[in-house]
């Protein structure tokens, strides 16, 4: 019975990942496909958007390298960046959408949602949407060990952003008639700071927690689960300052820092332990 369970399940997982790839992939090209009566504004968009290599390229060679260091395989690597890209922004879209339309169901003041909407919205969503993909990775592979759901965060969380940069960069071309190289550079500014920090603190607490480890106490899991998303809100909140963002990008990173510390040291069977 057991052995029938875990083989349904497996099923099961692999087929809600497929339906999560087919549905999520064909997002940002049928967003690219948008022109707004300005196709004309293709060859900028074509020239901004390669301009997102200044982070992404440094980021894969830092993943591999953490991949050979951590002993995750190649498979699971790749799988990991391939699911990045195409489910998460997805699943982050509908979940603001179905937010959105619950606030306006509240009767909020139009000023109130236009302050506080993306606050009440992405925080919750945006990580859940990563923390999924991290999830469907750490249950096709039984991937239980700390140090790979830290890779596994990052990777989700630098997806997601590749994926969403791109789509500003297309709105504020075709939609906002803006200019794409500023709205390129900008995002390049924070790509050090956001999603995938806090994806990657996500991830190893819902990964302790999902998995009992002793390595990490249950309270540190659920604090490492709450605070990207508390340091996300307060970014996307009107509560902003001088220099709000960086001091909220030291904070992410403190924290990284420290699990990265924590599961670095740990010896493979150590961090497979559930605790007592």
């Known amino acids: 019975m057991k052995k029938r369970l875990k083989k349904y399940g497996n099923n099961i997982v692999l087929f809600i990942t ?16 948008k022109t707004h009566g300005h196709a004309d504004r293709y060859p900028q968009f074509l020239m901004a958007l390669p301009l997102l290599l200044i982070y992404i390229i440094p980021f894969a060679f830092f993943t591999n390298y953490l991949r050979k260091r951590f002993d995750v395989s190649k498979t699971v690597f790749t799988l990991t960046w391939f ?65 790979t759901s830290l890779l596994l965060g990052m990777i989700a969380g630098i997806g997601f952003q590749i994926v969403e940069d791109s789509l500003y960069i297309q709105q504020t071309i075709f939609k906002n008639d803006g200019n794409g190289f500023i709205t390129a550079f900008e995002r390049i500014a924070y790509s050090g700071l956001s999603h995938w920090v806090f994806s990657a603190i996500f991830a190893v607490g819902l990964v302790a927690l999902f998995t009992r480890s002793k390595a990490i106490s249950k309270i540190r899991a659920i604090f490492y689960i709450i605070a990207p998303i508390a340091i996300h809100f307060a970014w996307n909140s009107p509560l902003d300052f001088s220099g709000s963002n960086t001091i909220y990008g030291i904070i992410s990173w403190m924290i990284l820092f420290s699990i990265f510390k924590t599961v670095d040291q740990l010896p493979k069977e150590a961090e497979m332990l559930p605790s007592a």
Do not use: C, H, Y
């Not at 497929?18 to 496909?33: T, Y």
């Not at 096709?140 to 140090?147: A, E, H, P, V, Y």
């Open 83 to 147: 699911l990045a890209l195409a489910i998460p922004v997805n699943i982050g879209a509908l979940g603001n959408e179905f937010l959105s339309l619950f606030l306006l169901k509240l009767k909020l003041s139009e000023q109130f949602l236009n302050d506080w909407g993306a606050s009440l919205t992405a925080p919750f969503t945006e990580e859940i949407a990563k923390g999924i993909v991290v999830l469907l990775i750490v249950l096709l592979f039984q991937q239980r060990s700390l140090k």
């Open 18 to 33: 497929i339906v999560l790839v087919v549905s999520g992939m064909s997002l940002p090209f049928l967003e690219f496909a």
